[in-house]
């Protein structure tokens, strides 16, 4: 599950669980049963249609603010699908087994919380699980709230934890993102955009990034089995734009220039955004 926002404003700039996406593929290849439900999902939004590059806005329904944040006078709003439509997806797989909540932004945890209500509710024998950025940069905040709703929270961006806990053993090529397989968009009825990475990680240390604290190590996918990947996540959805999460795009300038050669001489008419930003200081004329 990802979980809807609350917040004083959001939007959807390229925002996929990109994490929860590598997961389900991941386990299917263990063939394990694996559904969906991203609360942020615009096929649910016909009335809001999406830009041509795939971005565009969510329903928003006004909420009380936490006490934490009385004193700012803004209007305090919960971004997603509708409450209803949750609980009917929740009656609708109401024999599930583990359910695996996702958290990016670490001041989103209200989503959280409403999500496990739902399920304790709906689906009361499920063992809940909480990952993502919010608890492996936050665990204290995460474990101190939700500690003793959930049954198991994870912290860091290593799968194998998470796998055994499944009772699932871990093979060699999913211990590092480099093995990862393609993110998983077959529970989406349209992709407006696709988001992937080449990379984890970076190799500078700035002291306003969280990058170092989640990736301490930087890694990417070969060259071949990326470009292998852009082509299915093509032909199979038949989505244009491409969106990437990497935090340090350009630094492998080399291994760059030749995707985006392969991808230039290929044909496909993709269009791509880097919504983390590239570095200048790469942009070489041939990169450009």
Not at 28 to 44: G, T
Not at 50 to 63: H, L, S
Not at 132 to 137: A, D, E, I, N, S
Not at 226 to 247: A, G, M, P, R
Request: glycine share 6%; with cysteine; charged share 20%.
């Amino acid at each position: 599950v990802n979980p809807p926002i609350y917040d004083f404003a959001a939007y959807d700039v390229w925002l996929k669980p990109l994490g929860l996406l590598y997961l389900s593929n991941i386990l299917k290849s263990y063939n394990v049963e694996v559904k969906l439900l991203d609360c942020l999902d615009r096929n649910y939004f016909p009335h809001l249609p999406p830009k041509p590059d795939g971005r565009g806005k969510f329903p928003a329904e006004p909420v009380e603010k936490p006490d934490v944040l009385k004193n700012i006078p803004m209007l305090y709003k919960r971004y997603g699908i509708s409450r209803k439509i949750i609980e009917n997806f929740l009656k609708e797989h109401n024999d599930t087994d583990f359910v695996i909540i996702s958290c990016c932004m670490t001041y989103w945890y209200l989503g959280v919380q409403e999500i496990i209500e739902f399920v304790r509710c709906y689906i009361p024998n499920a063992k809940i699980i909480l990952g993502g950025v919010y608890p492996t940069l936050t665990p204290k905040h995460a474990i101190g709230t939700y500690g003793k709703l959930v049954d198991k929270i994870f912290t860091g961006t290593s799968i194998v934890p998470l796998l055994t806990y499944l009772g699932l053993t871990p093979t060699e090529k999913y211990i590092h993102f480099i093995g990862f397989p393609p993110p998983d968009y077959s529970e989406y009825q349209h992709v407006y955009y696709i988001v992937t990475r080449f990379s984890y990680g970076c190799h500078y240390n700035c002291s306003y990034c969280a990058s170092k604290l989640l990736y301490p190590t930087y890694s990417s996918k070969s060259i071949l089995n990326f470009i292998i990947e852009i082509h299915y996540l093509h032909s199979s959805t038949q989505c244009k734009n491409f969106v990437f999460y990497d935090d340090e795009l350009l630094t492998n300038h080399d291994s760059i220039k030749d995707i985006f050669t392969h991808l230039l001489n290929s044909g496909l008419k993709l269009s791509f955004h880097t919504p983390n930003g590239i570095n200048p200081r790469f942009i070489t004329k041939d990169i450009a």
